[in-house]
C-alpha cells in the first residue's frame, strides 16, 4: 500500500539526516512507529520537553546510541529487536536481594 503525507521540506530534510545515521529509511521508521501504536495501543514515546520521563528517554537513547557506536567499532552485528527488548526487560526487572 502507498501513502502519501505532506511534510514540510526542512523537517524531512533533517529526518532523513538523522534516519540515515541510524541505518534507517523514513519507510522504515514510520513502519516502526506505526506497529509500536498497534503494539501498544498508544504513542510509543513521551511528548513533553522536559519532563522527567522525556529527560531520562533522551539519556537512554544517548546511552543506546553511544553502545550501538562501539558495536559498530568493534565489528559487531547490530542488535536484533529481540535483544534490545531482552536488555530493556533486564533493566526493569526487579533488582533480587542477596542476603549477608
Do not use: Y
Not at 26 to 31: D, F, R
Not at 53 to 63: L, M, N, P, Y
Amino acid at each position: 500500500m502507498t501513502t502519501t503525507l505532506r511534510i514540510d521540506d526542512t523537517l524531512k530534510r533533517q529526518c532523513d539526516e538523522v534516519l540515515e545515521e541510524l541505518g534507517l529509511t523514513m519507510t522504515n521508521a514510520l513502519t516502526v512507529f506505526l506497529k509500536q501504536v498497534v503494539r501498544t495501543r498508544s504513542i510509543p514515546f513521551i511528548i513533553g520537553a522536559d519532563s522527567q520521563c522525556a529527560i531520562d528517554g533522551r539519556k537512554a537513547w544517548s546511552t543506546f546510541e553511544k553502545g550501538r557506536r562501539e558495536r559498530f567499532a568493534n565489528g559487531e552485528r547490530e542488535w536484533s529487536m529481540d535483544e534490545i527488548c531482552a536488555e530493556i526487560k533486564d533493566l526493569h526487572s526487579p533488582i533480587e536481594k542477596v542476603s549477608m
